[in-house]
Structures are given as C-alpha cells and as structure tokens.
C-alpha cells in the first residue's frame, strides 16, 4: 500500500519521497523531521436558491464572527435572473471595522477567483494560457479545479452564495449553524498554514 504522507519520514519502515528507506538522506540519530503541514482554514461556499438568498445569509456570519472575528475573507455572488454575469462584493464584518482593521484578504483575491470561476468562461479562448496560469497559481494555494468547477456549475442566473475563508473551526459553526436551518451543506476546499500565509502575503 503506498504510505498517508509519502514525504514524511518519521521511523524505521516508513516510506518517504524516494519510495524505500534505504535510500533516505541520512538524519542524525534524535532529530526530530517536520511533520505533515496542518489544515488550519477552509474556504467554503453557501449556494441558495435566490438571488438574494446569501445577503440574508450573511448575517449569520455576522452574528459569528462578532464573537470570533478571525475571518480572512467573505464575499457575496448575487446573480439576477437573465443576467449575464453575477454581481459580487466583498463583505466587511462588524468586529474587523470597529478596531479599525480590514478582513486579512482584499478585494485582488476575491477578484481573482471569481473571475476565474464566472468571467473566464465568457471570455473562452481568448485567455489561452493565462488562465491555466492563475487556475494554477490558485491550486498552489488549496484551490483548485474541483472546487471551481463545483461552484461554476452550481452557482448560476437565479441563484447566489455566500463566500467565507476561516479557519476550519469557524467554518464548521457556519456549516453548524446552516444546517440547523434546513440549508445544504457547503462546497469547501482546505487550506493548510503555508497556503494561507501566501494568501495573506500576497492578497493582505
């Protein structure tokens, strides 16, 4: 069987990147090797069936994240009956704008994946390799084409959702929440610490 954590080595019979032991690098008898890189955020998405249905979502969110304010993004998909594309929005939460700090992700993040979820189709050949590239850069970070393609084709004219990126435990009081009202469960996709550390790097 091949191993959970093939680039992990951790004692005598476990397998690691080159396949066997015998050919690990040699580590000094008590080192103690780095261990699997932890799931810390999720990155979920709320489909209702209204375009208005995720606005009124929101303030669940909002009610949440009062008590627990560490959110590093949400966002809004409204997309109206016989429109071509969606609207979307960044959301601001209450705790974030009273101690005069914004959400950790802005605007460039939302725009990125969203164009790449809902533009890029209408825009069809003409981005050509580009938009391997951003899909790419996005998988890099924990999003890949799995989650786009789930929320592509469920997120449609007559329809919104309600974006959120949380750490996990914040998510699933969201999922919690949700379910308590009858709601679907979400599309999600994790994000491990290094990802989100590249988000806030570049996106923050």
């Not at 951790?10 to 799931?39: I, K, Q």
């Not at 329809?159 to 435990?169: K, M």
């Amino acid at each position: 069987m091949p191993p959970d954590d093939p680039g992990r080595l951790s004692g005598p019979g476990d397998h690691h990147r080159y396949g066997v032991l015998e050919h690990a690098p040699a580590y000094p008898r008590g080192v103690l090797l780095p261990g699997p890189t932890t799931v810390t955020s999720t990155l979920a998405a709320w489909r209702f069936a209204s375009a208005d249905g995720a606005s009124g979502a929101a303030g669940l969110l909002e009610a949440i994240a009062h008590d627990d304010p560490v959110v590093l993004g949400s966002a809004l998909v409204e997309w109206a009956p016989g429109d071509r594309r969606p609207t979307t929005r960044r959301l601001a939460l209450g705790r974030a704008r009273a101690d005069g700090r914004g959400e950790g992700l802005g605007d460039g993040f939302w725009g990125l994946l969203f164009g790449i979820v809902f533009f890029v189709p209408l825009l069809g050949a003409a981005m050509g390799a580009t938009t391997g590239a951003l899909t790419d850069a996005l998988a890099d970070v924990g999003i890949d084409d799995h989650f786009i393609n789930r929320v592509r084709d469920s997120v449609i004219p007559g329809t919104s959702a309600l974006f959120v990126l949380a750490p996990s435990e914040v998510v699933e009081r969201l999922r919690a929440a949700s379910r308590d009202r009858g709601r679907a469960a979400p599309i999600t996709t994790d994000i491990d610490d290094e990802q989100a550390a590249a988000l806030r790097s570049v996106f923050g």
